[in-house]
């Protein structure tokens, strides 16, 4: 039995839960950096005692261990041999709150965010939590310790060992004790083994200060974000023998941080933001001094390149409020009023427009403006992963071309914030010598430089140029008084650089901090010292070289199959395991299991092109099977994951010559069985209502809890759309109506129709077309290409006409699948065309139409549930827009997955699931909106609505804009 199994089995007789499962070790080999490092085992701990059980039976097999939080680490230090420890599955409380001290104490899987936000609301506003780095929505507060994380108001607040007071933690061999300022006191007073070692450490600590006295002083804390290294100068006694914060930023290599107790700041009474334009991020950084002379809490930096990837990825209007310019900075100011924060803004406008640099610059009034701007600043990491092309007169590329990978490695250098722009500058021209380009981005303010270049990890030639560009910057960096860190920590990326930064006194004196703590070596190996190669274990070295034939037309790659290559667009910033904000990713914010989030499918789909069963992987099956394709991370991921198309190809293959599950057949193939219920609905809804109906759904793979909808007989569509009007010609509209209105909500074809004979002189209703989107959805790819082909056929007729679908996931299939699948110039010629319903509306509104609801049509207020796939791939601002046109002047946004997602809601093994998604957002809006009736403009939604509040009245959009509605039962 091998040192990994004995231990295992030992922390299961304990109860402590611990997974060996290939699945799970591909969740775990990865986190946001270069590397790939695969454990053994990973362990979820409920809390410290757990964790201090798993460390003394991994020091009895002499097995490694490594802590890990949000896994967002960008130098590698969160991946290791041995044994991975999860803290943010359930060491994840926030213990206390005083106000009266201005202190939190927190156990180390509690996300960054979530302390700030329950500090706000446990003090009325008045305190929050400092840190705030851009990955803070699901950073936790180990993971911010172990780097000495930062974030954009780090001008004002600083780094992390500002704000931390005492840290509870655990040793290599599971003892447990309380480092603070003065030094180390067991956490258990009555536990003496810890009594003991706790003396042994103040004793070996202090000694060591002594003896490197002098080098402690001149080298370290040079510069505001001298990050690299462990923080030794907090044991000088001047710093009060600071055991807590010397072990802030050691990168889990000394002890396992369990909670901690932290300072929490006065939140500003009023802030501004404003947004100055220059021609280049050297410019920009030439006026930081400047700026850091009026006091800002941010100062922070962007080059052009990632504000175009936003808009190529997620269109113009991604990004709102950027004055002229191809780089800015976003500076921030507080103040007790917003007067006096006005005058001080006015004053540094003028000063910068004084040293000629500035090319445009503004206030952001705007808190829409305000959102998006910094949306993009804090996905930098995400957006930047994938470059445009330099240039766009590159004939070689097409618009579908994905862009240069670009990596992390030299992505947190920093220098003293006067030096910055000479810095920059000479890191231009190294990035030119070595024949790379780089995005660049970060904490101006503070000096601190996030970078990603364009490193090729698959070739061995590649490689090279990494390592040499590597050594080059830290030379750079270091003859410009900086570190090689800033935030981010040494890891497998810098650590084997560290000679180049530090004397060979302080090297030694590193060395002995970390064996003071961990004699054995067992703790996160080879970080800060001791370190491996820089470019050994990259995620993209030795992928086997494979043809993965598709039935979607992926983007094209530059010698690598396009698959692969967009299964490895996750690079694992992890947006995906927020719990708030956009609609990424429902099934992990209702299990907060990694194998249930974006990033952990992708990293079990990266595993398997390395692996030998390819598209028969149960792995991948597993992963992917609580996936909603809802197609949020299209939109919300940062790299532009796509996990619906990726889920939908992949079962494509799977189930090629198997059996599939029953609801492929009964879901997949609805259109189909709905040309037979059309002709029988009088006999089929009175069958379903009887005591047979769950039973029948049931055989048919649906949830027998699960509200079945009216199937609505064949004649009720050409009753609804009454007397045609004219149609056809050039000019005019096309007007789809898709299988689920069809076979479902007839009624709101007919007001579609209605609303769009006021504004267009020709309506054309066709109801012979079909987007394919059950068959996608459940991986029958060649059927729904055949469909679509169809479809192409029939509409591409030779004019531009708006095609206007009414279901938003039949328009996005049109939009999106369609041309990915089919591929022909007739189908991207027809995708062009296609629009949704609310989106026409805000678009025949802006060219001078005005709706006219009848009178008794258009509430007050409505509630709003916006469909996923609208909100990914057709703009989510389109209902908002229609409805104000419309003069609904309360809006309520549900903002999530509404919990159906197609097939998804039906299936009887996912029923459960989809009512806990539901209670995530629509749910809860429909308890705080009582009363109001609710816009569904997606199927799926409408019968979400259905199911949790059967007597509330929900609609598309098209009924409540309707001029003319008639009198009708409404299923």
């Not at 997974?19 to 701990?45: G, K, L, M, Q």
């Not at 189909?672 to 006999?683: F, H, I, K, Q």
Request: hydrophobic share 40%; charged share 25%; glycine share 10%.
């Amino acid at each position: 039995m091998d040192a990994a199994t004995t231990a295992v089995s030992a922390l299961r007789e304990n109860g402590v839960q611990v997974e060996t499962d290939e699945r799970r070790i591909a969740e775990y080999s990865y986190d946001a950096s270069n590397y790939r490092v695969r454990p053994a085992a990973v362990a979820f701990p409920r809390d410290a005692g757990e964790v201090a059980l798993i460390a003394r039976r991994c020091q009895a097999a002499n097995l490694p261990l490594t802590g890990r939080g949000g896994g967002t680490s960008m130098a590698g230090n969160a991946i290791g041999p041995g044994l991975v420890i999860d803290f943010s599955r359930h060491l994840n409380r926030i213990l206390e709150i005083d106000e009266r001290q201005a202190t939190a104490r927190v156990e180390a899987g509690v996300v960054l965010s979530d302390l700030a936000r329950e500090a706000e609301a446990a003090t009325g506003g008045r305190l929050t939590f400092a840190p705030d780095p851009s990955s803070r929505t699901r950073a936790t507060i180990g993971g911010a310790v172990g780097n000495d994380a930062c974030g954009n108001r780090s001008v004002r607040h600083g780094r992390t060992s500002d704000h931390v007071l005492s840290l509870d933690v655990v040793t290599a061999d599971g003892l447990r004790l309380t480092a603070h300022r003065g030094g180390l006191t067991a956490t258990d007073p009555d536990d003496t083994a810890s009594v003991r070692r706790a003396a042994e450490l103040s004793a070996g600590l202090g000694e060591l200060a002594r003896r490197h006295l002098a080098a402690l002083r001149t080298e370290l804390g040079r510069i505001p974000r001298q990050v690299s290294g462990f923080h030794l100068g907090h044991l000088l006694p001047e710093n009060g023998f600071d055991v807590a914060r010397s072990l802030v930023g050691s990168e889990g290599a000394c002890v396992l941080v369990v909670a901690a107790t932290v300072r929490l700041v006065p939140v500003a009474p009023a802030t501004r933001l404003l947004c100055l334009g220059y021609r280049d991020v050297v410019e920009a950084a030439m006026d930081v001094e400047t700026i850091l002379r009026c006091r800002p809490t941010a100062v922070e930096g962007m080059d052009q390149v990632i504000v175009d990837t936003m808009r190529r990825r997620r269109g113009h209007e991604s990004v709102s409020g950027l004055p002229e310019g191809e780089a800015w900075l976003y500076v921030e100011l507080d103040g007790d009023d917003l007067a006096t924060v006005d005058n001080s803004a006015a004053d540094l406008m003028r000063r910068l427009a004084a040293a000629g640099r500035l090319v445009d610059g503004r206030v952001v009034d705007s808190a829409d403006d305000r959102a998006s701007l910094w949306r993009v600043r804090e996905d930098g990491a995400g957006l930047s992963s994938r470059l445009p092309p330099p240039s766009q007169d590159e004939p070689s590329r097409d618009e579908s071309w994905p862009g240069e990978e670009s990596w992390p490695g030299w992505e947190d250098s920093a220098v003293a914030p006067e030096r910055l722009a000479a810095y920059l500058a000479d890191l231009r021209e190294l990035l030119s010598e070595h024949g790379l380009r780089g995005v660049m981005y970060g904490h101006f303010g503070a000096g601190c430089v996030h970078m990603r270049v364009t490193f090729d990890q698959r070739t061995s030639q590649g490689r090279r140029v990494m390592r040499d560009f590597l050594r080059a910057a830290a030379e750079l960096v270091v003859s410009h008084g900086g570190s090689l860190s800033g935030e981010h920590g040494d890891g497998r990326a810098r650590s084997e650089l560290l000679p180049l930064m530090y004397s060979a006194e302080m090297i030694a004196a590193f060395e002995e901090f970390k064996d003071l703590w961990d004699p054995d070596g067992l703790l996160n190996p080879g970080t800060i010292v001791r370190a491996g190669s820089p470019t050994v274990g990259l995620v993209l070295a030795e992928v086997p070289d494979r043809r993965w034939d598709t039935a979607f037309d992926f983007a094209p790659a530059r010698g690598v199959a396009p698959f692969a290559h967009a299964v490895q667009s996750c690079v694992g910033v992890g947006r995906c395991r927020t719990t708030g904000g956009g609609f990424m990713c429902p099934s992990y914010r209702a299990t907060r299991d990694e194998k249930d989030s974006t990033r952990g499918r992708a990293r079990v789909l990266q595993e398997m092109l390395r692996g030998g069963t390819g598209w028969r992987s149960d792995d991948a099956r597993e992963a992917l099977d609580l996936c909603l394709s809802c197609k949020a991370c299209s939109s919300d991921c940062p790299a532009g994951v796509d996990m619906a198309t990726y889920k939908a190809e992949f079962l494509h293959h799977y189930y090629r010559g198997r059996p599939r599950p029953v609801s492929h057949y009964s879901l997949g193939w609805l259109p189909r069985w709905l040309r037979v219920t059309g002709r029988l609905a009088p006999a089929v809804n009175a069958l379903l209502a009887t005591r047979l109906g769950p039973h029948l759904a049931r055989l048919g793979g649906v949830a027998p809890g699960r509200a079945l909808p009216r199937f609505a007989g064949k004649r009720e569509l050409s009753r609804a759309l009454g007397r045609p009007g004219p149609s056809g010609g050039r000019d005019g509209l096309v007007l789809v109506v898709d299988s689920f209105t069809k076979g479902f909500r007839p009624h709101v074809a007919g007001a579609a129709a209605r609303v769009l004979r006021t504004a267009a002189d020709s309506v054309e209703c066709r109801s012979d077309v079909c987007c394919g989107l059950t068959w996608i959805s459940t991986g029958q790819l060649r059927a729904a290409a055949e469909r679509l082909s169809r479809t192409v056929a029939l509409l591409d007729d030779g004019t531009d006409r708006p095609i206007i679908v009414l279901e938003p996931s039949c328009a996005a299939a049109l939009t999106k699948d369609l041309p990915e699948l089919v591929g022909t110039a007739a189908a991207r010629r027809v995708a062009s065309r296609v629009r949704g319903f609310s989106a026409t509306v805000t678009e025949l509104v802006a060219a001078g139409w005005r709706p006219r609801p009848a009178a008794d049509r258009a509430p007050d207020g409505v509630a709003v549930q916006t469909h996923c796939h609208e909100y990914a791939i057709l703009g989510a601002a389109h209902q908002r827009q229609a409805l104000q046109a419309a003069g609904v002047t309360i809006v309520q946004e549900s903002a999530g997955c509404c919990g159906v997602a197609g097939n998804f809601g039906f299936e009887a093994q996912h029923f459960q699931m989809s009512m806990r998604v539901a209670e995530q957002s629509l749910a809860p809006a429909l308890r705080a909106t009582p009363g109001l009736p609710v816009l569904t403009d997606g199927f799926s939604c409408h019968m979400q609505v259905r199911q949790l509040d059967p007597g509330r009245t929900a609609m598309h959009l098209a009924e409540l804009l309707d001029p003319a509605p008639e009198e009708r039962h409404h299923p």
